[in-house]
């Protein structure tokens, strides 16, 4: 039996066009854009930039974890998967 393993490299391909989730996610998007229309009714300059930079720091903090846990669920997966078919190779043995 001839079983398609993926590689480390592979791996991380699919970890690097994974990050990309932010731009492609509609609600995230239309999020920001209301964030951003609301905020610009705020007259005072100085307390715009820091709720902006605020939000921005913040965004920027949870995308970092997000992307974090994504990358150790993602290699428990697949290491998983990797048990699971040394498993199956040696029943079909």
Known sequence: MNIKRNTKNTINEELQESKHWKSNSKGYLEEIENFLEKIKAIEEKGLRR????????????????????????????????????????????
């Open 50 to 93: 820091d709720i902006l930079m605020t939000m921005l720091r913040a965004d920027n903090e949870l995308t970092k974890l997000s992307e974090e846990l994504f990358e150790v669920y993602y290699q428990k997966g697949y290491e998983d998967g990797e048990k699971d078919n040394s498993r199956d190779v040696y029943r079909n043995n």
